[in-house]
């Protein structure tokens, strides 16, 4: 039974705006075997080669999410009475040196790996799946859903093979993600030539542009995304701007025509039933969005993770 220490700070008696922030006013805490979920930010950005801002996603995810409740809207899940759900701060980084940030953020997720503690993080630039997989999935590649405008299969960007760029071939190279359970959605805008998608088709990913989600619509797309992948351990990651720039304006680098929040909703709810061992959310820069919407999305799509995380830990244990 889940600990009522844990329990977030209720809204109807606290008012939101009041104390210190963190995730979905979860409580803070350290590394512990009591935690079920962790609620991680990484404030990563070095992995990027044009507009920098995501270092402060965390931040600015943290505040917005004041916003949210406690129980699902669809299916009624409380992920709180399920779980221990705890804000464990965020993964160590060295703002002056990328490589020795790739080692500490990889050592943090291993000691919650160590714990049994599956994470919900917020980056950061869309460089941090790299050391999260290789914590997570060192012993047992996992299926991945990828939502993006990008591949991210390049080899290498500007000299560098570990960027925000590169991580989906890195993985693939590693071992790390089970090429036949990987599904790359919403992959739109210009590209610098056929590497950038051709990587994920040889290596048999399944791939959905956005102009293939149109086409076949929400309802076959979901289908197929929960077939690929299947009934093993899956990662999801969310680069915020895998959605439409109209809606999250707070990003690096912005590719118009794309995912709806609704449709991320409809899609995330869709594989409730899969083993989802850990998420992240990366690429949001609250500098580029005035409006807050795009941390206000992002948060509302934490907790869609935290709830899907969630029944998968109750149907574990069932």
């Known amino acids: 039974m889940p600990d009522d220490r844990f329990k977030p700070v209720d809204a109807t008696q606290v008012p939101r705006f009041s104390d210190v922030a963190t995730f979905m006013r979860t409580r803070r805490h350290d590394i512990s075997s009591e935690i079920d979920i962790g609620l991680i930010g990484v404030p990563f950005d070095l992995g990027l080669n044009y507009r920098s801002g995501p270092r402060e996603g965390p931040e600015g995810v943290r ?140 290596a048999g990913f399944t791939i959905i542009t956005y102009d293939d989600y149109e086409e076949m619509g929400r309802a076959e797309a979901t289908r197929l995304i929960n077939h690929t992948l299947g009934d093993g351990p899956v990662y999801i990651t969310l680069d915020i701007d895998g959605l439409d720039p109209a809606f999250c304006p707070g990003t690096p680098v912005p590719e118009i025509g794309g995912l709806t929040p609704r449709d991320c909703q409809v899609i995330f709810r869709s594989i409730a039933n899969r083993n989802i061992v850990g998420a992240d959310i990366s690429e949001v820069a609250p500098c580029y969005d005035p409006t807050g919407i795009t941390c206000v999305t992002a948060a509302n799509m934490m907790f869609e993770l935290v709830c899907l995380v969630a029944a998968s830990i109750k149907a574990s244990r069932a």
């Open 63 to 202: 505040s917005a999410s004041r916003l949210i409740r406690q129980m699902h809207p669809t299916s009624s899940l409380r992920p709180y009475d399920i779980c221990n759900v705890a804000d464990l701060g965020d993964a160590p980084v060295n703002p002056l040196d990328k490589d020795a940030s790739i080692l500490s953020i990889e050592t943090f997720f291993r000691q919650l790996k160590a714990h049994n503690i599956r994470p919900v993080a917020v980056g950061g630039d869309h460089t941090i799946p790299t050391p999260i997989l290789r914590a997570l999935a060192d012993e047992q590649p996992v299926g991945l859903l990828q939502i993006d405008s990008h591949a991210d299969v390049l080899d290498e960007l500007c000299g560098t093979r570990i960027n925000h760029a590169t991580f989906m071939r890195r993985a693939h190279e590693e071992g790390l993600i089970d090429p036949t359970r990987v599904v790359q959605l919403g992959l739109r805008g210009s590209r610098f030539g056929d590497e950038d998608i051709d990587y994920g088709t040889d």
